[in-house]
């Protein structure tokens, strides 16, 4: 409507309209918006560091969608120790796994090639190298060494969790909680390892 | 995704605004309702397959040819197809796993069916009986 029609109507002239009054209170409807989807945005809140003991405020997060336009949000913690953890939910349970021991499992990553993939030719960056040498450093505890041990490892954790077939084999339930609950939108686990990186 | 994290400690790039458009979407209807069949679907057929798991443990023959299937038993089947009463979604909604950033009062517009034009959804996150429709 023009200006004119709208004082016609009494309205006011700039009027743009879309809120209501309901019941005496003023309403506007609007869609729901969601994070946007596959897309890495990076969080600072510090809320995020009373998660647990040596927790940062830092975190990195991605609302990835499935084919089917069901969602998975994975975030990253930053910890003090500089490592990272990934925090996903699954039935309204959140659970958090080392960042490592993913990468591991994902394609069974040697630690020069984690080494490699985060520092991208940037050697000059001693920021970038201490973290990542800390980060290699502190899975050692974990005494894992290959991707099917990690698998397993994964899957023997989660198995209650994951309400699965009881005689598939620990190795088989770790790559299908990769596939169903890391970066959904990435078919491969090279694309996903790529990804995380 | 580690070299943001990293990146973002460090101080080289800076944290982004969750609020900005530049980093939301919009959930569209079908989206939501394809969500919420999906999670009933799951439901349903878990409960299936939980019953034909107590059968084959307690002995009991399963037929899967037979036309009232035993395993049928105590599973609710109301998939919320199309359906006209506003208070099944207002019921499903609550219930439904979406992670949602805002606290803040968040009206929801769903055009689903020609029969339910508009449901305002007051607060999603609190409270059902806050409902205006």
Redesign the interface.
Known sequence: MSSAELVRHHEEPEEFGGYFI??GNE???????????N??????RPSFSNRGLSY?Q???Q??CVRP???SV?NT?H?LSNGS?MLRF?W??QEYVIP?MLILKALIGASDIEIFEG?M?QDYENT??SD??ELLLRSFKIYTMYTGEQCLEYLGDKFRVIL?LPEDWSNAAQGAWLLRKMILVHLESPRDKFR??? | MLRKLYSTVSGACCADNPDSPQHQEVLLPGSLYGMIIKERMEEILNNIRSNIATDVRNGVAVDFNDSQPQFYRAVSSNLPFFSTQSDTLTKLLPKLTLTLEQSCQIFLLLAISSRLPVLIYNRLLGSPSSLKS
């Not at chain 1, 309403?27 to 989807?37: D, E, Q």
């Not at chain 1, 897309?39 to 600072?44: A, F, K, P, Q, R």
Request: charged share 20%.
């Open positions: 309901i019941n309403r506007l409807i609007r869609y729901l918006i969601l994070p946007r989807r897309h890495v945005i990076s969080l600072l940062t830092y975190a990195v991605i609302r089917d336009q069901t949000t990253l930053y990272a939910t039935r309204k960042i985060i991208m920021f970038l973290r990542v309400n990804m995380l990186l």
